[in-house]
């Protein structure tokens, strides 16, 4: 399945790094900006040619995969390649940093070319993330976004506190990768006893290889653990999510926008965790579709106490990814494609919500409950759009936010009458936070006068917003386009766990 | 005929876009462009009109074949859900009444909203509920139905806060939608079990293949579907949400909770007749809650002086006789009375405003004598037999005050065993600790070298004394010393609190909740 043509995978990961770079050495603000915009839209085509090259029919195999010696020493590759899983996060990635680029394009007032550089760094470690079939490249492009983010939140955040978000943000994310680390070089090592080869020369980190190799139990259950704890802080999950509501207070709205919508840590799980270790999977998959009930209605409960706009929204996303992990966890088909489904919706839903809580961050300078009111009389178009996406995330029919939550509710249900109605209750208190928190802050008189001068949403911002809204329609009323994308692959990696 | 049926909703819909994306581009604004607004909704609906009149007729003559598919919605696995049909039967006759009773509310709004502020966003609205209400009459599966159900509850929130500057309406509005969503968790959890014991989910298949489920299993779904029913029906213990929503403009009331949206939870069990009639206990449930809900409606409405209010528990009770007549299984009783109230309710709902001016002058009429002398009978009718208090105390103020407590939970307890909370970053916050920090530094301090000695042995003994003291400071005392005894406290507060929280009836009932899910 080698790709002997172009290597338009790399491209993905090269491009945005190579545009980083390029607006390093230029001089002019406004044609850095530019030149942002031209690499993220370029980027944007480039994955949309992927899309348009990957055959669905097929998408149980890697494809465009590209194979490079990287250290051969240690048997590490330059190993990339997409299937089912991965292929629509890629152009969903891409579109919101170009979303993201679009919504600061004026908010940036110093250091404006370092910042762009930045966002484009993090949309191409996010590409490597996504794309990676070899453990260790993987590894480095999961650390390789760190200090673009840790950047972003320290010099733009919006809060007095961002040096100390920042630094919560790197040392919660150093200890996740600490364990991702650790389970990987124990799988490697695996590898090289059970083909009874000596430790560096038969070494393997390539994900398809290892996908093949035996492992027994008790170490699969030690690497289940590394790797589920290492990636829930990512997620995150309940304990580990204090991280979430911080850096969304105190970050730059475009980069919570992009941490709240590119859900990297559930994609792993997806992806490396579960089947790497299926053994441990099926085993053990009970305890993490409880972990996931705790945190579908720990998080909501706490939604419904929140005053903070942005806090609370950090809250719904890590409510929603609850249900996406209980999804994962139930091993039927409608929880494996819904969960998936729910990942690309994140993207488009709890990110243009937060891009949206920044625009009123923006204008008001605020967005505590206490200091908006009334806002649908000043800012009707604004209001409009924070409904629709406010609905697809409360799971209305007619969005895609509906399509993905009812085939996780059924997945939920079917495993476990128990596990529906945690999941239900999850959508009452989705409802009752989000609509609590919309009477207060757009419903209501006017009470604070200067609201009254407010702009409502510029033409930028309301074409910025259009896209992902018509997207939210459009799949909300075919939900088949997704799910025919994901369907092989999520069939081939059910029949690898449960046969 | 049958291939009509899909553009029955479909119109509405269109309409629905056109008005919301002219609203959205500012095409659509202000009192020039109302006749334009006007003329999409009313023409949309007078088109879906005359094809569900044509429809109707079409099964009179029986020429439609049952059911229409128009293609697949989601597939995924087993679970595969068309969006087709029924053409045939109550379903059409619904339609093509419902149908025209929109029309005529839509007609009345044209000159009732003419110069309001919201004009175009009500048509939008008012356009968006007719699709729904045709979708839901009309679908052939579970999905489908419970998509416009959740569309036609979207759109009643929407009309609620019409007046979006009151906060009583949006107040009202949150607390109706959020009421409706149990129900409709209700229903969602009975199209999980349909599609896990039946594995299907179009209503005649439920009907059918429900004959091989056990009584539990009927039962349970009867039982999830009744639940969404009472719910939007506003029977009891939902009922109180119905004089709730009277705060949306008179033409939507009249739409949504006299003629038409109130009566889809009654339709929802006529449907389902045949589950409900394998499952016993549930159908003598329905009548107990429809009985009781009638009784209800009765005795408050006594006492109601206002036009809207009264209005809204006559239709309560009257909602109440249809399930009651449902679970004594009159199903065609059902049906008329449906059919024959929403047309009155329609008139009385639409005339209202009318009626107020004709009898502005008139004096009140008295109160019917036997309450009005039996004063607890009359307090607790005029406070609505306290049904919103009541479920403000066991629901609402449970949950709130639970949320509060894990919100204290995770800013005090999670955050700091996890990480790093910002605020205590190089800070001090108590005297206590202050104090403790002052006394550290002094013992650590470096000037502290009175027996210093010189030389190899001398620095050799030094480092010795260091390490050792190094050693003690860190691991003895601290260790257990001093630490020992603030930790020693601090667990006392913690395990003090934890036995208070527990010692709460709320938490003591949530472990009981907990514990039956895990059951279950």
Redesign the interface.
């Known amino acids: 399945m080698i790709n002997e043509a172009f290597p338009l995978l790399s491209l993905t990961i090269l491009l945005p790094l190579l545009g980083a770079i390029v607006i390093g050495v230029t001089r002019n603000v406004n044609f850095a900006k530019k030149i942002a915009l031209l690499i993220a839209g370029l980027e944007l085509i480039a994955t949309l040619v992927v899309v348009w090259l990957f055959d669905a029919a097929n998408g149980n195999n890697f494809q465009l995969v590209e194979q490079y010696a990287w250290i051969p020493s240690l048997n590490i590759e330059f190993l990339i390649g997409i299937d089912g899983i991965s292929i629509l996060f890629l152009p969903m990635s891409a579109l919101l940093t170009l979303v993201a680029i679009i919504a600061s394009w004026n908010s940036v007032q110093n250091l404006t070319r370092f910042h762009f550089a930045l966002l484009l760094a993090l949309e191409g470690g996010t590409m490597g993330v996504f794309i990676a079939m070899d453990l260790m490249l993987f590894f480095l492009f999961w650390e390789l976004i760190l200090p673009p983010i840790f950047f972003l939140i320290g010099l733009w955040g919006a809060g007095p506190?961002r040096r100390?978000?920042a630094?919560?943000y790197m040392?919660?994310m150093l200890f996740s990768g600490v364990l991702l680390l650790f389970a990987f070089v124990m799988l490697a090592v695996n590898h090289a006893t059970q083909m009874g080869g000596s430790i560096p020369q038969s070494l393997s980190f390539s994900f398809p290889v290892l996908l093949n190799t035996a492992i027994p139990d008790n170490i699969q259950a030690i690497v289940f653990l590394l790797l589920i704890i290492g990636f829930a802080v990512k997620i995150p999950l309940?304990?580990?999510?204090?991280?979430l509501p911080?850096t969304a207070v105190e970050a730059p709205t475009q980069l919570t926008a992009l941490l709240v919508g590119l859900k990297l840590g559930a994609f792993g799980i997806l992806r490396f965790a579960l089947p790497l270790t299926p053994n441990a999977s099926v085993k053990y998959a009970w305890v993490l579709s409880i972990v996931g009930a705790i945190t579908l209605i720990?998080a909501a409960?706490?939604a419904?106490?929140?005053t903070n706009l942005r806090r609370l929204l950090a809250y719904a996303s890590i409510s929603h990814v609850g249900l996406v992990i209980i999804g994962i966890a139930t091993l039927?088909?409608?929880g494996v494609?819904?969960a998936i489904f729910q990942l690309l919706n994140f993207s488009l839903i709890a990110s243009c919500l937060m891009l949206i809580a920044g625009f009123i961050q923006h204008r008001i300078g605020s967005t505590e409950a206490v200091h908006l009111g009334?806002l649908?009389?000043v800012m009707p178009?604004l209001t409009?759009f924070f409904f629709l996406f406010a609905?697809a995330s409360i799971g209305?029919?007619?969005t895609s936010g509906?399509?993905a939550e009812?085939?996780l509710?059924?997945s939920?249900?079917?495993t476990?009458?128990?596990l529906?109605?945690?999941a239900?209750?999850g959508?009452?208190?989705g409802?009752?936070y989000t609509?609590?928190f919309?009477?207060r802050a757009?419903?209501?008189?006017?009470v604070h006068a200067h609201l009254n001068q407010v702009q409502d949403l510029r033409s930028r911002e309301f074409g910025l917003l259009c896209i992902p809204a018509l997207l939210v329609l459009f799949w909300g009323f075919f939900?088949?386009l997704v799910?025919d994308i994901n369907?092989m692959a999520a069939e081939s990696w059910l029949n690898r766990l449960v046969h | 005929m049958d291939n009509l049926v899909a553009l029955i909703p479909l119109f509405p819909l269109i309409a629905a876009t056109v008005i919301g994306i002219g609203y959205?581009l500012g095409l659509l604004n202000g009192e020039a462009s109302e006749k334009t607004t006007a003329a999409v909704a009313s023409w949309a609906i007078t088109l879906s009109c005359l094809l569900a009149l044509i429809l109707l007729g079409a099964d009179l003559l029986g020429k439609n074949s049952g059911s229409w598919v128009l293609g697949?919605?989601?597939?995924?696995?087993?679970?595969n859900i068309q969006i087709n049909f029924i053409t045939t039967g109550f379903s059409v006759k619904l339609a093509a009444l419902f149908c025209m009773l929109l029309f005529i509310v839509i007609r009345f709004s044209v000159n009732y909203m003419h110069r309001e502020v919201g004009f175009h966003r009500f048509f939008f609205i008012l356009s968006l509920f007719a699709a729904a209400m045709m979708m839901l009459v009309l679908s052939n599966n579970a999905?489908g139905t419970?998509?416009?159900w959740?569309?036609a509850g979207?759109s009643s929130?929407l009309l609620i806060?019409y007046a979006?500057?009151?906060?009583v309406?949006?107040?009202n509005?949150?607390r109706v939608?959020?009421a409706n969503?149990?129900g409709?968790?209700g229903f969602?959890?009975g199209?999980?079990?349909s599609?896990?014991w039946i594995h299907s989910l179009d209503w005649s298949q439920i009907n059918t293949l429900s004959a091989q489920l056990s009584l539990r299993q009927a039962s349970a779904i009867a039982f999830c579907f009744a639940i969404a029913a009472f719910a939007k029906s506003a029977q009891i213990p939902f009922s109180p949400w119905l004089a709730r929503a009277a705060e949306g403009p008179t033409p939507s009331s009249a739409g949504f909770y006299g003629a038409i949206m109130v009566h889809s939870g009654v339709y929802l069990m006529i449907l389902l007749q045949p589950i409900l009639e394998r499952a016993p206990l549930i159908m003598i449930l329905v009548a107990i809650v429809g009985l009781l809900t009638a009784v209800y409606g009765f005795f408050v409405g006594l006492t109601q002086t206002d036009v809207k209010s009264s209005l809204f528990l006559s239709t309560t009770s009257q909602l109440g006789l249809m399930f009651l007549e449902c679970g004594l299984g009159f199903w065609q009783l059902a049906s008329w009375h449906l059919c024959a109230h929403a047309i009155v309710r329609g008139y009385l709902v639409l005339t209202a405003p009318s009626l107020m001016h004709y009898i502005r002058d008139n004096p009140i009429k008295p109160f019917f004598s036997k309450i009005a002398n039996l004063r607890w009978a009359y307090i607790a009718s005029l406070q609505r037999l306290w049904m919103d208090q009541i479920a403000d105390r066991i629901l609402v103020k449970p949950?709130?005050r639970?949320?509060?407590d894990?919100?204290y939970f995770?800013d005090h307890v999670?955050?700091r065993?996890?990480?790093?909370p910002?605020?205590a970053?190089h800070t001090v916050s108590s005297l206590a600790q202050l104090e403790k920090q002052k006394i550290d530094g002094k013992l650590k301090s470096q000037d502290d070298d009175f027996a210093r000695g010189s030389g190899l042995i001398g620095n050799f003994a030094h480092r010795v004394a260091a390490a050792l003291y190094w050693f003690e400071d860190r691991l003895v005392i601290r260790g257990i010393g001093k630490d020992m005894i603030d930790y020693g406290r601090r667990l006392g507060h913690a395990t003090n609190k934890i036995e208070q929280l527990l010692l709460q009836p709320g938490y003591l009932a949530l472990f009981v909740a907990i514990i039956l899910?895990?059951?279950?």
């Open positions: 506190q100390g978000a630094m919560k040392l919660y309940v304990p580990f999510h204090t991280w911080t720990y409960m706490i419904l106490q929140q039927n088909i409608q494609q819904g009334g649908a009389r178009r409009s609905a209305m029919p007619g509906f399509a009812l085939l509710i059924i939920a249900i079917n476990h009458p128990g529906g109605v945690a239900l209750l959508a009452i208190l409802a009752a609509l609590s919309i009477r757009f419903f209501g008189p006017i939900p088949d799910l369907k | 959205l697949q919605w989601l597939a995924s696995g087993t679970l999905v419970f998509i416009s959740e569309i979207f929130y806060a979006y500057d009151r906060p309406a949006a107040s509005a949150t939608f959020v969503r149990i409709d968790a969602l959890l199209i999980g079990f599609h896990a949950v709130r639970l949320a509060r894990l919100a995770d999670v955050d065993a996890m990480g790093i910002i605020p970053m899910l895990a059951a279950l």
